[in-house]
């Protein structure tokens, strides 16, 4: 179902996903419309017949962004669907994935086709992913794909939900898992990145896997990434 969340930006909620272990994820899909009929796809979910229904009533599919080097599973489904659309990749994920014909890669300065509603920034120097996260200005949103989580405390059971409550999967409010934590190999570059983050001063966080956030959002943020060591 497509879900309006503000100023020509929806949110799509997807089935569940599995990845390692068995452990299993929801999924979440942002549609954000650059001008009277430009969609940009954020994290692309799973395709079925209804969803295409819904996005022609939007507009066209214009761009397909994969936001880190985890989010790419659905994408070849998506470009058949929309041969018009252009994919972007990010950082790495080109490599990984030779059989899509990307159009680039996300870097820091947004592509010009966006670069007036949104700003962009590479997390880069994680050993799991590198991901890049967006800000939506005219709806004050930041959009995190894994580096931010939080799942319902029971999503799991047995072994699996004591994990995910260590790895704070599972918290109170959304956070950076310690799995991602532990995986920066380059904390410098983390700070500077997260710095920019901040000083969007979004108004709403949306993640991947997690309730949107849409009050205190600069608090979350600050919350979130006090484990980050401030510079020397």
């Known amino acids: ?3 309006p969340f503000g100023p020509e930006i929806w949110l799509v909620g997807g089935p569940s996903i599995t990845a390692a272990a068995g452990f299993h994820y929801p999924t979440r899909m942002v549609l954000i419309r650059l001008n009277e009929s430009d969609l940009f796809v954020w994290s692309p979910i799973a395709l079925t017949d209804g969803l295409r229904r819904d996005l022609s009533a939007l507009g066209t599919v214009r761009y397909l962004v994969a936001p880190n080097t985890l989010h790419h599973m659905y994408l070849q489904d998506w470009i058949a669907s929309f041969p018009e659309t252009t994919a972007f990749a990010a950082p790495g994920l080109a ?6 014909a990307f159009a680039g890669e996300l870097t820091d300065t947004p592509d010009p086709a ?5 700003d962009q920034v590479v997390i880069a120097g ?3 992913t590198t991901e890049v996260v967006f800000f939506h200005r005219p709806s004050g949103t930041v959009l995190f794909t894994d580096l931010l989580q939080q799942l319902p405390k029971d999503w799991y ?3 699996r939900a004591i994990v995910a409550r260590l790895d704070l999967m599972t918290g109170r409010e959304p956070a950076v898992p310690r799995k991602f934590r532990m995986a920066f190999r380059d904390k410098a570059a983390l700070r500077q990145s997260v710095r920019k983050i901040k000083s969007w001063r979004p108004r709403a966080l949306v993640m991947a896997h997690g309730m949107p956030v849409t009050q205190n959002a600069p608090d979350v943020l600050d919350r979130a990434f006090a484990w980050v060591p401030a510079s020397k």
Request: glycine letters at 4%; charged letters at 15%.
């Open 1 to 3: 179902m497509i879900s």
């Open 95 to 100: 490599a990984k994935r030779a059989d899509i």
């Open 114 to 118: 966006w670069a007036h509603h949104m």
């Open 126 to 128: 994680n050993a799991i």
């Open 157 to 159: 059971s047995g072994w």
